[in-house]
């Protein structure tokens, strides 16, 4: 089938990581530059993360936790803020990074002059490509991340008399060593770093420290004409108008020794010819790319450079098609970061160039990662969520003690973030400790089951399901008389995600109970859980102990003093009108409690709850980052204001995009926030509300 091309067009190699190109296949992946003669391409590999496995249970936690909700509900939030911080954090209470594995660098001798340079990234086709004259000769570079074979595949043509000689190296920072097989294979081994967790520390510059897990890079030629050598460290090339080489990578999350496995990887696809592997990739990606259409009027791709359009739509231009390129761009990402198989997207999806990453590149349950996959479903990706899926039963068993130890609940919970290794421990400061990370997760399995109607994924979901409400149920605790949810089941304690208010004293704090989205997650986590139980008609015991909870649920509340949705149990002022997150809007979207339709009231003060933010944001990226813009706009789309929305997202391109269409989080660029414009448009096109459409 013949379709419109899909291409982010550009007219010079890509000088930095937010203009470059991204391929991947789930699990491994490349950011790839472009330059003529003097290319380097990032590697990276989803289980490349410092540290490891560790035990971070707070050794003070003994009895703390009654004694902090005790101080709570008497409204002593600093005294209960410094017991938690020392009783129940995690010990040490920070996590380690994601890393990349190393670079491929790429020598063409015989420089000429350059002409009609161009450089592309197909998203039908997943290849990132640049071709150019050089003294008259064509020179075409592809480069494509292999799902089905599980290699990096990088192609060089030319049509020159007399082509030039390459040189292939493999190149890391920190201790590695490089070496040759009798396959004529150039190798890397190194480690990722023992210890990588100093982001937004006074130390952060620090260099990572020790040796962690073991990883391997392999690169070989496939047969072919020309002569090819490894020497010095260098696979060289020459006399070859077509050169094909192959990548590998592994690490020891996986595979017990991963050189080993990345010689069966490369073996495997050694036995197919380019043309083999490249059509084998796009049949694979298609299957999956093509199953989702967006045609908003204008051709999304519309053959002019994307620095152009996006420079002619700061200017005031109208361009709807580039709109519809973003979304397809959107599952392009999680595609390509997220397959069956491979671990969830990161806050980077799957790529970094930095030890030290943003964040840490790591899993953010508060808003980034649910972000990263609300395109998932609605646009054909439903296997895209599977890396959910698995991760999420392979943390039950330390997710279960962290709720048992800590909070002496049954089943399981997880907090604000995570890594590869699976900690559910509260980490960083205060706003960590919000165990309702599970829950969150758990809507998104929810949908999976929902949307595929399978029951064998219904027979994985629900046992998620049914340890995320047995903790919800058994931490909820009743409001003591005097306290604003007297009588009514409320958290205790709890956080609005990263979010601070004043007391009655004008005193600032994050620390309080019954904040209105924890309440929001339960309702939504105890809707969906009636829903399986239904599906499986069983534990007919459970189901009446979630409805008798969800008939004791404080209701959304609606601010006396702002006429917006009220964000704490109490009605406290904000400390920051116009913070970043929009916690107490969940129950709007991505919940459904909130509609134009059935709560015409509370959605006039999720309105007025929006438009306070807007007066109070600064009017510039470090106000609204990307997430930022995506979330809002899904929230103006379900309240019908398709106006807002779109003024959102032109916001979001116009001054939160890079060139490569990541977003920018304040200073630095993400993936995962990314993915939430296609969920946006997808919003404002077609409103699903739980049971309606």
Sequence with gaps: MTLPPLLLRYTAPAEHFTSAAMVGNGRLGAVVFGHTHRERMVLNEDSCWAGGPKDRLNPLRADALARVRELLFAGR????????????????????????????????GWRGPISDYRRWLDLDGAVAGCEWRENGALHRRLVFASAVDQVLVIRHETDAATPPPFAFSLEREGPHSTDTDDHGDLLLLGHADA??????????????????????????????????RVFDGRLEISEARSVTVLVALATGFRATAPSDACRTALDAAARFSADELLARHQADHRALFRRFHLDLGAPADD?????????????????????????????????AASRPGSLPSNLQGLWTEQRQ?????????????????WVAEPTGLGECAEPLLDWAESIVPASERTARELYGCRGWTLHHLSDCWGATEPFDGIWGLWPWGGAWLCLHLHDHWRYSAEPAVLARVWPLLRGAARFALDFLVEGP?????????TTCPSHSPENAFLDAAGRRSKFTYGCTMDLGLCRALFAACIEELDALDTDPALRAEIVAAQLRLPPPAISARTGGIQEWAEDFADADPGHRHVSPLFDLHPGSVISRRHTPELAEAAAASLRRKAAHQADDTYGQPGWTLNWLA?????????????????????????????????????????CGTAAAVCEMLVHDEGQEL
């Excluded at 130390?203 to 020309?226: D, H």
Aim: proline content about 7%; some cysteine; overall charge neutral.
């Design 481 to 489: 008389p005097g306290t604003a949810h007297a009588g009514l089941l």
């Design 303 to 335: 053959g002019r450079p994307l620095p152009e359009r996006l420079a002619a739509l700061r200017a005031g231009a109208s361009d709807p098609g580039l709109i519809a390129l973003v979304v397809q761009h959107r599952r392009y990402l999680l595609l």
């Design 195 to 228: 210890r990588a967790d100093r982001y937004g520390s006074d130390s952060a510059n620090t260099a990572p420290i020790g040796q962690g897990m073991p990883i391997a890079l392999r690169i070989r030629r496939l047969p072919g004409e020309g002569k090819c």
């Design 357 to 373: 990453g943003p964040w840490n590149s790591d899993y953010h349950f508060n808003i980034n990662l649910q972000m990263n996959y």
């Design 77 to 108: 939030h600093e005294e209960a803020d410094t017991l938690a911080r020392e009783h129940l954090l995690a010990t040490p209470r920070t996590i380690d990074s994601y890393q990349p594995m190393g670079e491929l660098a790429l020598r063409q």
């Design 634 to 674: 899904c929230l103006w789309a379900r309240l019908g204001d398709g106006e807002q929305a779109h003024a959102r997202l032109l916001r979001l391109l116009t001054h939160a995009s890079t060139p490569n269409l990541w977003t920018f989080a304040y200073d630095q660029a993400q993936a995962a926030d990314a």
